[in-house]
T-cell receptor
Framework: GENVEQHPSTLSVQEGDSAVIKCTYS??????FPWYKQELGKRPQLIID?????GEKKDQRIAVTLNKTAKHFSLHITETQPEDSAVYFC???????????FGTGTRLKVLA | SAVISQKPSRDICQRGTSLTIQCQVD?????MFWYRQQPGQSLTLIAT?????????ESGFVIDKFPISRPNLTFSTLTVSNMSPEDSSIYLC??????????FGPGTRLTVL
């Protein structure tokens, strides 16, 4: 079945450094890729998304890149701040449905 | 976007009982989904709640254990039936107003003793 792999599972960076999280999907017909941030005890919050007809999207310190040929997409956070510490989930929408397949999550720690 | 609320936010239940979780969206949404999230884990889709018809369940989840209602385009319920300690988890609903982007409720933290 469809699968989304996410790496790394944990990531620690110094404040001000960049963080990169990578996901690989299996369904070549997937066409929508959101990223969610989940703080402890809170709901997942959409932070950025990208569609298959776009290679890159940026929103202030956050960017997402998509490589359709390789079937992977990445989240880039620049100038990290302590409030970026959270668990980040990638997802891919399965073709023909509106269902998400979520990655396993990345726990990001930004060290002050 | 959509604003989603859930009730209850948490509950502690006895083995063998059932709990119904409510999910309310502030606007009509095309799709509604129910997820389970074990501590420290990712989100696992339980079912798609279909308005006016039976829910569509994912592998490993059955209607007898997780009956779902969706009477209209803004509301859904999930019942966790005949609970056991293995059902202890966070249950989240989501709504999809644009048939792509899902917004999540705050979750219901269930503990089964």
């Amino acid at each position: 079945g469809e699968n989304v792999e996410q790496h790394p599972s944990t990531l620690s960076v110094q404040e001000g450094d960049s963080a990169v999280i990578k996901c690989t999907y299996s369904d070549s017909a997937s066409n929508y890729f959101p990223w969610y941030k989940q703080e402890l005890g809170k709901r997942p919050q959409l932070i950025i998304d990208i569609r298959s007809n776009v290679g890159e999207k940026k929103d202030q310190r956050i960017a997402v890149t998509l490589n359709k040929t390789a079937k992977h997409f990445s989240l880039h956070i620049t100038e990290t701040q302590p409030e970026d510490s959270a668990v980040y989930f990638c997802a891919a929408i399965t073709s023909g449905t509106y269902k998400y397949i979520f990655g396993t999550g990345t726990r990001l720690k930004v060290l002050a | 976007s959509a604003v989603i609320s859930q009730k209850p936010s948490r509950d502690i239940c006895q083995r063998g009982t059932s709990l119904t979780i409510q999910c309310q969206v502030d606007s009509q949404v095309t799709m509604m989904f129910w997820y389970r999230q074990q501590p420290g884990q990712s989100l696992t889709l339980i079912a798609t709640a279909n308005q006016g018809s039976e829910a569509t369940y994912e592998s490993g989840f059955v209607i007898d254990k997780f009956p779902i209602s969706r009477p209209n385009l803004t509301f859904s319920t999930l019942t966790v039936s005949n609970m056991s300690p293995e059902d202890s988890s966070i249950y989240l609903c989501s709504g999809d107003p644009s048939a792509d982007t899902q917004y999540f409720g705050p979750g219901t933290r269930l503990t089964v003793l």
